[in-house]
Structure formats: structure tokens, C-alpha cells
């Protein structure tokens, strides 16, 4: 069987970026990455996709053009993990051993989930920005709509970059507003939630935006079923106070954010939470039970913003760990909870969300630079011009700007 000092399952945002922190702290170990897919996507610019102002092609690269040198690609799908023996098992029953695992295969979209959705999807005016070959549609229709009813959709929590669904919304609608239509289109926010968003900062810049674009919050509404053919969408209505009930709403368009899981394979697994999440201690980020498990990114159930950014900073974090752990030393560094979400609220100008545990503010920048809590176009730059490259040539190279993690605190750890 083969065998690595380290072996990452996934090759995506947080996978890549702990190979290149780990080897550039240690360039003698022995990594491997187990990821079957070809493409690796870069899925905070999908937003921007879907809104016209980026290219589907910028959002994507091969994945051999990503893996670091010196790291070994196995092109396979991990079905299953051995813990006890110190091994995964790939689809064809291969078996791959480690001295130290890292678990970062993201998280599960569950189309299926809603009755009827996965065959209208892309066609009859139903879209996601939450998949490469949507996104593009998604700016089609709001180009091609003049009047009508527009629909936004967000799931149950947790779900990746919880702000995607109504910055889908906000830039249709400054979009259908520099059109002159927005008049003739009754905007519509459906969400299974209670609240705009999750930390409350943020939200009188989102309101007044709602207010621009003259659009209806819908809480407590969780899409179930779509009939595409129809133009209709079904939603179980849950209030906390009455009884549950379902309304069927017409349609001319809707963006659907898909309910979010934890990958089968992940949650069937030893390393998994009730809920199906890797079980992670969320300063260490090592797992619960294995002390040789490590996990980021979306996969795992610490309760920080499922986000790129969240990755950027949880990399170098378990890449720390990890290395402290080979020198036989206690872990070093924490996370703090760290993920930010650039909420496009019109082309040009975002309202820039960044917080760690308990939604406690962790602005990058000094206010007089850079408010996250108003709309900016500063902000507008950062994800336009500044992220991407700081993705692609900063994150998943290894160099740690602006992802520094926090010294552990005696006794925090575990
Ligand atoms: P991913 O990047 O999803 O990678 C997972 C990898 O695991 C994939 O390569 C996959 O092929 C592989 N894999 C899956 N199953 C297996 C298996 N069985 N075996 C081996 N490999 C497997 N984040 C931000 O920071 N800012 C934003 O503005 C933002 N906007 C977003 C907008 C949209 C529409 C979407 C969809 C996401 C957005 N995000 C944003 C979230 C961000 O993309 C994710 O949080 C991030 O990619 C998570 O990284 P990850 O490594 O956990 O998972």
C-alpha cells in the first residue's frame, strides 16, 4: 500500500492551501492530495458570474496546475476511512496510509433535496450561482427580464458563504434598476432563517438596499418543491409562534440556493458528528477523537462562516499543528473563527462582513481605510481585483498574507 507523512482528502480551497503551508514549513515531507476532479474552481467569483462581471473561465483551473511540487496527486474518490489502521479507502478499494490526515473534501449541495428541482434546473427560469454551468444563466435571465416575479431562495443553516443568496438578489436588482424595469419586477427574498443575516452589524447597510430595490423578506419560508414547467415554487412556511403550513408561489424567475450537507462518504463516517460533520476542536482544529486527524474548510463543525476566507486562515492554523505534532510538541496555534462575506450589494460597491466566533467583528483593515458595515467601493476593489490573485498566487502557494493564525492559549486546546 502506498504510504505519506501526510495525506489530504481534497484538493479545493483548503486542501491545496495546507499542502503549500505544510511544505514550506517542512519541504521533506511526504504529502499526498486524494481528489478526483480535474477542474478546481475558484466559487467566490460564481457571485460575480452571475452578475456579468467576471468570466466563467477566471473562476476555474486544472487541478494538476494546482497541486503543489513536490506533492502527490492520486486522481480517486475516498469512500471510506480506516482511523484505527492509519488508512483511507479509495473507490476501488485502494488503500492509502498516513502518518497524519487532513479531511477538507468540502461540503455535499443537496439538489435532490427539493422535489423537482434537479430537472428544471437550468431551464424555465430556475438558476443557482452555486455551480460553474448555472452561474452564467443566472446573468442571462436578469438581462433578459423587463417585468414579473423573481424569487431568492436560502436554505436552512449552515450553508457556504451564507450571504450568496441575497447578493444574487441585490445584484439583480441593480441590475434590473440601472435598466429602468425594477418598477415592473417584484422582487421576493425567501428564507428558511429568522434574520437578514447572521450578525445584526451588518444589516441596517443590507436594509437599506431591501429598501432601494423594493424587495419583500420572506422569514421562516424553506423551499421544498419546484415545478419548472408551471413556474411554481413550494415552500414549508415554519414560524416559531403558529403552526406550519405550505404556500405555492408563481414564479417568472428563481434563484435557488440548494440545502447543504455533509458529504455521504464523511457522514457515514467514524470522523463525523451527530449532525455529520468532521468533529473538529475549533481553536486546534485536530480532530475530537483521532489525534491524528486534522480537518478544515466547509467539512468540518466548528461554527465559524463556511468560507474561502475561513480556509485561508485554518490552513496555515492545522499546518502549524501539524509540524508542532511531528517535533513531538503540544499544538501551537489557534483559530479564531475568522470568514468574511463581501456582500455585493450593487456593482461596484459591497458591504464587507468579517467576523470570528460569536459573530465578534475581525475587520483587516483600519475603519478610516475600510467600514465594512457601510457599502464601499474599496471593498468592491478588494473582491473584483484583490482576492482572486490573492487566492490563486497567495493562498494556495502558501504565502500566508493576511491569514496569520493566533497563538494558543495555555489550556485552550483541548
Ligand atoms: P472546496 O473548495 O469545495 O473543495 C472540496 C474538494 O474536495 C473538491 O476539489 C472536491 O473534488 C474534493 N472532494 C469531494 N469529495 C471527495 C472525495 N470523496 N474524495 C476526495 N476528494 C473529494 N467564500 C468566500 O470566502 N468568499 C465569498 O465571497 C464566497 N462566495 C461564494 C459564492 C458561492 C456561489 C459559493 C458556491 C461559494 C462561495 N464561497 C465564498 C465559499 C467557498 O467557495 C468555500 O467555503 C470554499 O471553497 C471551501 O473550501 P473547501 O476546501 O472546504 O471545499
Same mark, same amino acid.
Given at each position: 500500500?502506498?504510504?505519506?507523512?501526510?495525506?489530504?482528502?481534497?484538493?479545493?480551497?483548503?486542501?491545496?492551501?495546507?499542502?503549500?503551508?505544510?511544505?514550506?514549513?517542512k519541504s521533506d515531507l511526504s504529502v499526498a492530495i486524494i481528489d478526483?476532479?480535474?477542474?478546481?474552481?475558484?466559487?467566490?467569483?460564481?457571485?460575480?458570474?452571475?452578475?456579468?462581471?467576471?468570466?466563467?473561465? +477566471?473562476?476555474?483551473?486544472?487541478?494538476?496546475?494546482?497541486?503543489?511540487?513536490?506533492?502527490?496527486?492520486?486522481?480517486?474518490?475516498?469512500?471510506?476511512?480506516?482511523?484505527?489502521?492509519?488508512?483511507?479507502?479509495?473507490?476501488?478499494?485502494?488503500?492509502?496510509?498516513?502518518?497524519?490526515?487532513?479531511?477538507?473534501?468540502?461540503?455535499?449541495?443537496?439538489?435532490?433535496?427539493?422535489?423537482?428541482?434537479?430537472?428544471?434546473?437550468?431551464?424555465?427560469?430556475?438558476?443557482?450561482?452555486?455551480?460553474?454551468?448555472?452561474?452564467?444563466?443566472?446573468?442571462?435571465?436578469?438581462?433578459?427580464?423587463?417585468?414579473?416575479?423573481?424569487?431568492?431562495?436560502?436554505?436552512?443553516?449552515?450553508?457556504?458563504?451564507?450571504?450568496?443568496?441575497?447578493?444574487?438578489?441585490?445584484?439583480?436588482?441593480?441590475?434590473?434598476?440601472?435598466?429602468?424595469?425594477?418598477?415592473?419586477?417584484?422582487?421576493?427574498?425567501?428564507?428558511?432563517?429568522?434574520?437578514?443575516?447572521?450578525?445584526?452589524?451588518?444589516?441596517?447597510?443590507?436594509?437599506?438596499?431591501?429598501?432601494?430595490?423594493?424587495?419583500?423578506?420572506?422569514?421562516?419560508?424553506?423551499?421544498?418543491?419546484?415545478?419548472?414547467?408551471?413556474?411554481?415554487?413550494?415552500?414549508?412556511?415554519?414560524?416559531?409562534?403558529?403552526?406550519?403550513?405550505?404556500?405555492?408561489?408563481?414564479?417568472?424567475?428563481?434563484?435557488?440556493?440548494?440545502?447543504?450537507?455533509?458529504?455521504?462518504?464523511?457522514?457515514?463516517?467514524?470522523?463525523?458528528?451527530?449532525?455529520?460533520?468532521?468533529?473538529?476542536?475549533?481553536?486546534?482544529?485536530?480532530?475530537?477523537?483521532?489525534?491524528?486527524?486534522?480537518?478544515?474548510?466547509?467539512?468540518?463543525?466548528?461554527?465559524?462562516?463556511?468560507?474561502?476566507?475561513?480556509?485561508?486562515?485554518?490552513?496555515?492554523?492545522?499546518?502549524?499543528?501539524?509540524?508542532?505534532?511531528?517535533?513531538?510538541?503540544?499544538?501551537?496555534?489557534?483559530?479564531?473563527?475568522?470568514?468574511?462575506?463581501?456582500?455585493?450589494? +450593487?456593482?461596484?460597491?459591497?458591504?464587507?462582513?468579517?467576523?470570528?466566533?460569536?459573530?465578534?467583528?475581525?475587520?483587516?483593515?483600519?475603519?478610516?481605510?475600510?467600514?465594512?458595515?457601510?457599502?464601499?467601493?474599496?471593498?468592491?476593489?478588494?473582491?473584483?481585483?484583490?482576492?482572486?490573485?490573492?487566492?490563486?498566487?497567495?493562498?494556495?502557494?502558501?504565502?500566508?498574507?493576511?491569514?496569520?493564525?493566533?497563538?494558543?492559549?495555555?489550556?485552550?486546546?483541548?
Amino acid at each position: 500500500d502506498a504510504k505519506f507523512d501526510v495525506v489530504i482528502v481534497g484538493g479545493g480551497a483548503g486542501g491545496i492551501a495546507t499542502a503549500a503551508s505544510l511544505l514550506r514549513r517542512k519541504s521533506d515531507l511526504s504529502v499526498a492530495i486524494i481528489d478526483p476532479a480535474d477542474v478546481h474552481y475558484y466559487q467566490p467569483g460564481w457571485t460575480l458570474v452571475g452578475a456579468g462581471v467576471f468570466e466563467p473561465d +477566471e473562476t476555474a483551473r486544472t487541478m494538476a496546475s494546482l497541486i503543489p511540487a513536490g506533492v502527490k496527486w492520486i486522481k480517486a474518490a475516498v469512500a471510506a476511512f480506516e482511523p484505527k489502521n492509519d488508512a483511507v479507502i479509495l473507490d476501488g478499494c485502494q488503500v492509502v496510509k498516513y502518518d497524519r490526515l487532513v479531511v477538507a473534501p468540502g461540503l455535499k449541495l443537496d439538489w435532490d433535496a427539493v422535489e423537482g428541482l434537479p430537472e428544471t434546473l437550468g431551464r424555465n427560469g430556475v438558476t443557482s450561482n452555486y455551480r460553474f454551468d448555472l452561474a452564467p444563466y443566472t446573468w442571462q435571465l436578469v438581462r433578459e427580464m423587463r417585468a414579473g416575479r423573481a424569487l431568492f431562495t436560502q436554505p436552512p443553516m449552515p450553508i457556504k458563504c451564507a450571504g450568496a443568496p441575497q447578493k444574487a438578489m441585490y445584484l439583480s436588482g441593480d441590475a434590473w434598476h440601472r435598466r429602468g424595469v425594477l418598477k415592473n419586477i417584484d422582487i421576493q427574498f425567501m428564507n428558511a432563517g429568522g434574520v437578514l443575516f447572521g450578525v445584526k452589524e451588518y444589516v441596517p447597510a443590507l436594509m437599506k438596499y431591501v429598501e432601494k430595490y423594493d424587495a419583500t423578506l420572506n422569514f421562516f419560508h424553506n423551499l421544498v418543491a419546484i415545478d419548472g414547467a408551471a413556474k411554481k415554487a413550494t415552500f414549508k412556511v415554519a414560524r416559531p409562534d403558529t403552526e406550519p403550513a405550505e404556500v405555492t408561489v408563481d414564479f417568472d424567475m428563481i434563484h435557488v440556493c440548494p440545502p447543504q450537507v455533509a458529504p455521504d462518504f464523511i457522514r457515514v463516517s467514524p470522523l463525523a458528528d451527530a449532525a455529520g460533520w468532521v468533529d473538529v476542536d475549533q481553536a486546534t482544529l485536530r480532530h475530537k477523537t483521532y489525534e491524528n486527524i486534522w480537518s478544515l474548510g466547509d467539512v468540518m463543525n466548528a461554527p465559524n462562516a463556511k468560507t474561502a476566507a475561513a480556509a485561508r486562515k485554518q490552513a496555515p492554523t492545522v499546518a502549524d499543528n501539524i509540524v508542532a505534532d511531528i517535533e513531538g510538541r503540544s499544538p501551537v496555534a489557534a483559530y479564531d473563527g475568522y470568514g468574511s462575506c463581501p456582500l455585493t450589494v +450593487e456593482r461596484g460597491k459591497i458591504v464587507l462582513a468579517e467576523f470570528g466566533y460569536g459573530g465578534v467583528l475581525k475587520p483587516s483593515f483600519p475603519k478610516i481605510l475600510l467600514d465594512g458595515t457601510k457599502p464601499s467601493r474599496a471593498a468592491w476593489f478588494l473582491k473584483e481585483r484583490m482576492l482572486p490573485p490573492i487566492y490563486w498566487k497567495a493562498m494556495l502557494k502558501g504565502r500566508e498574507w493576511l491569514a496569520q493564525p493566533e497563538p494558543i492559549k495555555v489550556g485552550a486546546a483541548e
